[in-house]
Structures are given as C-alpha cells and as structure tokens.
C-alpha cells in the first residue's frame, strides 16, 4: 500500500515562501498523478495542482504563477513550492496520488501551512 508523508509546513509572513515535499514509501515513476490538496476551517477540501506522470499541470486559480507543483521520480517525492504566500493560503495541506482512472491511490496525513504576520 503507498503511503505518503508531507512535511515543510510552518508558519510563514504574507509574502513569504515555504516548499512542501512529499515522500513515497515506493516509487511514484508509473503513478499518473501527483498532487496537492488543501482544506481550511470550515471548508471543503480542494485541489491545489497536480503533476501527472506525463508532465502536464493544473493549478487551482487562486494560486496560479504562485505555486509549482514538481516530482522526483529518482527520489519518489514530490514537491509544492508555494512564494507569495497570502493569509488566504492558510490550511493543512495534503499530499495525494491517483491512478489513471482517478482512482485514490493514497493520502498523507498532511501539514498545517500558517499565514500570519
């Protein structure tokens, strides 16, 4: 069973930057999508950007030209560089794999991202 596990998280100032990896108990190379998902009090969780195996991208809009999402096959992680940060941002987030046919493969049990001054 894959097992994901987030770390980087912390508190950080609007403006700021923080990079969020995600590591693979095995290797990510034939998963065909990678990604990140956040959920803030009281909301739903969403889908931040995905990477799939394939190279091709999708961002959320609110973070577009913010964030890039990028995978290591060699190391089987993959990583969420978040710049700009705005207190909007603030949330748990969660790593995620899925299949081809959009089937969950695995979550990791996330990381709190705080964006305070």
């Known amino acids: 069973q894959l097992q994901l596990v987030e770390s980087g998280g912390g508190l950080v100032q609007p403006g700021g930057s923080l990079r969020l990896s995600c590591a693979a108990s095995?290797?990510?190379?034939?998963?065909?999508?990678m990604g990140w998902y956040r959920q803030a009090p009281g909301k739903q969780r969403e889908l931040v950007a995905r990477?799939?195996?394939?190279?091709?991208?999708n961002y959320a809009d609110s973070v577009k030209g913010r964030f890039t999402i990028s995978r290591d096959n060699a190391k089987n992680t993959v990583y969420l560089q978040m710049d700009s940060l705005k207190p909007e941002d603030t949330a748990v987030y969660y790593c995620?794999?899925?299949?081809?046919?959009?089937?969950?493969?695995?979550w990791g049990q996330g990381t709190q991202v705080t964006v305070s001054s």
């Open positions: 095995r290797s990510i190379f034939s998963i065909y999508g």
């Open positions: 995620n794999a899925i299949g081809q046919y959009s089937d969950v493969l695995g």
């Open positions: 990477r799939t195996s394939g190279g091709k991208t």
